[in-house]
């Protein structure tokens, strides 16, 4: 992996893309797509994590605090970007990991699983004995004890099919997703606008202090994300 210099203004951007491309074997080449996708949102958010995305990650927060088996769902991009910030996140909300993939074959489901053990978890995903109504993709192979039985499910850049089909199953989904007109971001019952990297660790924190938001409202919450950008534009 080539690093990039620490001064550069955007040394944390360069330095995901060189994660990305580093775990080529396991990330899907349309995952770098989506992830070239959300750095123009970041852009547009100036890089930052703005107050309604605050607010939400305080809700994200509340619902993990209150869940009773809840669980974090993670992807090739995911695991290739965050796999120490999941694991720290998994310790401190209690919620199981487990890997969902939309191109899933049983050789990245290993590697990933390999991946997510070096970080002290593991991770569900392997042994999938259960299915998500609704679905007719790999991502509908999910296990009962993971996700089949979640009543909270953490997403992060997920597709806006499964985020339905997960919300149709009665649970509450949350998501991470740089994109607020996405239909993941529409359709999830909490939605954080925010680059992945940046927002687990104040998720972790907020939860390992047990702070939270007493009401959150999503989809006001993405007009205000909106509102931001657009304000910034004009600036």
Do not use: W
């Not at 958010?45 to 509340?62: F, N, R, V, W």
């Not at 049983?106 to 978890?121: A, F, N, S, Y």
């Not at 954080?192 to 409202?217: A, H």
């Amino acid at each position: 992996m080539v690093l990039p210099p620490k001064n550069h203004p955007r040394y944390k951007s360069l330095l995901a893309r060189e994660k990305l491309v580093k775990a080529s074997d396991v990330v899907a080449k349309q995952g770098l797509i989506a992830h070239g996708r959300g750095e123009a949102f970041d852009y547009l958010l100036g890089e930052q994590t703005c107050l309604p995305a605050l607010d939400a990650i305080k809700a994200a927060s509340s619902a993990l605090l209150a869940a009773k088996k809840p669980v974090i769902s993670v992807n090739g991009n995911v695991v290739a970007l965050a796999a120490r910030e999941i694991a720290r996140l998994s310790e401190v909300s209690g919620a199981k990991v487990e890997i969902n993939l939309f191109h899933r074959t049983p050789e990245r489901i290993l590697v990933l699983t390999k991946m997510m053990k070096k970080v002290g978890v593991d991770a569900l995903g392997e042994n999938a004995d259960d299915l998500i109504p609704g679905l007719t993709s790999e991502r509908a192979k999910c296990c009962s004890d993971g996700i089949g039985s979640a009543d909270v499910v953490l997403v992060p850049l997920e597709d806006g099919d499964r985020c339905e089909a997960l919300v149709n199953m009665g649970k509450k989904v949350i998501t991470i997703d740089l994109n607020p007109l996405s239909r993941t971001a529409q359709t999830a019952h909490i939605t954080i606008v925010d680059e992945l990297t940046r927002c687990l660790p104040l998720l972790s924190d907020f939860v390992k202090e047990k702070k939270g938001i007493e009401s959150f409202d999503n989809k006001q919450c993405l007009s205000d994300v909106l509102n931001y950008i657009s304000e910034r534009l004009r600036s």
